[in-house]
């Protein structure tokens, strides 16, 4: 499976890559909401971990744009976030984010976050 995760904390991104990496899964990493719509133009993933917080467009506007992008309209985006309010909020819902995984990463979460979209694809 193939992973794009969009994050801005360098820490966040080792963690959640080494989780992802450790299951066999091939991992990409954009830093940010524009650098994650270039990869998107050139790459297709299976899976993408949104941080929700992130500067110049934060996860849920990367969102509405990528499920703007031809084929990229039921690809599973899963929010990650510390601030379980922020997924709850209306506007943030209709996004288009498939799911929500909140911070500090556990290796159960990933790994059933993971295997749901496996198995649903």
């Known amino acids: 499976m193939r992973i794009l995760i969009v994050e801005d904390d360098r820490v966040n991104v080792r963690v959640l890559t080494a989780m992802t990496k450790l299951k ?3 991992v990409l ?4 909401g524009f650098q994650a719509l270039k990869i998107l133009e050139e790459e297709k993933v299976d899976l993408i971990f949104m941080d929700v917080n992130m500067p110049l467009m934060d996860g849920f506007e990367t969102t509405r744009r ?6 990229m309209e039921t690809v599973p985006i899963v929010a990650v976030t510390a601030d379980n309010d922020a ?3 209306e506007r943030n819902i209709s996004s288009g984010i498939t799911d929500v995984v909140l911070k500090p990463y556990r290796v159960a979460k990933i790994d059933e976050i993971i295997t749901k979209f496996t198995t649903s694809a």
């Open 24 to 26: 066999g899964h091939e």
């Open 66 to 71: 990528i499920r703007k992008i031809p084929g």
């Open 87 to 89: 997924v709850k909020d």
């Open 29 to 32: 990493t954009a830093w940010d």
